[in-house]
């Protein structure tokens, strides 16, 4: 007997389950799009730097970026026209005091030198001649002033004899001779003193032209001489070459640079501060000069008073021994420590933050998603961190970085 098999009936056809699933699905999409912030702007938390708050102690620093600098530097110019004949030496060479780096060539100077030299020495024969004809002159003088002297003791005692003889004993005639030849010989005596001084006079006048024409013609032989021998570009430092701007056959004129050379061994560094961060440095402050191949500490030594082109120079003197590579025109970074503030509360310096201003800036909810604009007030600033003094508080997040495009927005959401 056959029996009919009767097959259960289903309780859902295939298509009303389709339907229940996309209907939750729906409903669930429906529930989730409700709890998402669509009026909040969005910023990947990814792509900002986010700061807690912090109090303690707060060390104040600057940064700033510079170079070292030779503090003995020698600047080699031309002193006069001339052909470089030679080059001796290129940029990196050692040299010492007095070596030869290059020499040039003016024919011109060189026989003018000559010129000058003899023209000197015949100055020097003209005034030995001169000195020989004139103490001849002076000698023959003196001679005639001593012949005259010696005619006046003659006639002056022949006169004491006959005065010292009875009266009558020499006739009145002689005896009127006799004086008279002693008072001409006094009058000569007188004439020739006075004509020997004015003699000696003359000689010194005359012998006085003749040296200081002799000294002129030789300051002038000297001057052509230290021509010829500026021809000689000698180093007048020990230190290396940093520059040699010369070719061979190049004509220069005086004042045309030549080169430089440096002392490598004595070097400080040459900050170049923002004029804004650099109202608080002073000499004698601390510094760390990073030379990209170690540290090295030094101390402030100068500020320059005069801002040019937005930064300040200021000069740093190296105390420590210097890394390995360190020579002249090496880039370097430099912290220039300030001050230090106890009991600070501080938080990272976003780069638009100025001190003692009113800034606003980003603070976290305790949720960590959102973030709002809050005032805060600013103390002093460091070259990464800034002294909060009102708005924010110990254990506060706030983000650090750039705003961006969202710098307009009250509140963003971080995702």
């Known amino acids: 007997m056959d029996h009919i098999r009767t097959q259960p009936k289903r309780i859902l056809s295939k298509r009303a389950i389709v339907i229940l699933v996309g209907v939750a699905l729906v409903a669930a999409c429906g529930v989730g799009l409700a709890s998402v912030d669509f009026s909040t702007q969005r910023v990947d938390r990814d792509k900002v730097s986010i700061d807690t708050v912090r109090h303690g102690l707060m060390e104040v620093k600057v940064h700033a970026n510079g170079q070292l600098v030779p503090r003995n530097v020698e600047y080699l110019a031309s002193q006069v026209t001339g052909r470089v004949l030679t080059k001796n030496v290129r940029p990196g060479a050692t040299v010492k005091d007095g070596d030869l780096l290059a020499e040039l060539s003016n024919p011109q100077l ?36 001593m012949q005259a002297k010696f005619a006046l003791e003659r006639a002056q005692r022949r006169l004491d004899a006959e005065q010292s003889l009875m009266p009558g004993v020499i006739p009145r005639v002689e005896h009127d001779a006799t004086v008279l030849t002693a008072a001409q010989g006094r009058e000569q005596v007188d004439m020739e003193t006075r004509r020997t001084a004015a003699v000696r006079i003359n000689v010194q006048e005359k012998l006085n032209a003749d040296q200081a024409r002799s000294d002129e013609l030789k300051k002038a032989m000297e001057r052509a001489n230290d021509q010829v021998a500026n021809l000689r570009i000698v180093a007048g430092i020990d230190g290396v070459v ?94 220039i420590f300030l001050t230090r503030i106890a009991d600070a509360t501080y938080v990272g310096r976003p780069s638009y933050v100025k001190p003692d201003a009113t800034v606003s800036v980003y603070k976290l909810d305790p949720s960590g998603q959102y973030a709002t604009r809050v005032p805060i007030h600013v103390g002093k600033v460091s070259m990464d961190l800034m002294q909060v003094t009102g708005g924010l508080a110990t254990g506060d997040q706030v983000i650090t970085s750039e705003t961006g495009e969202w710098q307009g927005q009250e509140k963003i959401l971080l995702k």
């Open 110 to 145: 060189t026989a003018s030198a000559a010129e000058a030299e003899s023209a000197w020495k015949g100055s020097v024969n003209t005034l030995n001649a001169s000195r020989a004809d004139l103490r001849a002159t002076l000698i023959n003088q003196e001679a005639a002033l």
């Open 242 to 335: 940093q520059e040699m701007n010369i070719d061979v056959g190049q004509q220069l004129q005086p004042g045309s640079p030549i080169g430089r050379i440096a002392r490598p061994d004595d070097l400080y560094a040459e900050l170049r501060v923002s004029a804004r961060e650099a109202n608080d440095i002073l000499a004698g402050q601390k510094v760390s000069v990073d030379t990209r191949n170690g540290l090295v500490d030094g101390t402030v030594t100068r500020v320059d008073p005069s801002v040019i082109n937005g930064t300040v120079v200021v000069d740093v003197t190296l105390d420590g021994k210097l890394p390995a590579g360190a020579r002249p025109q090496l880039p370097v970074e430099g912290t």
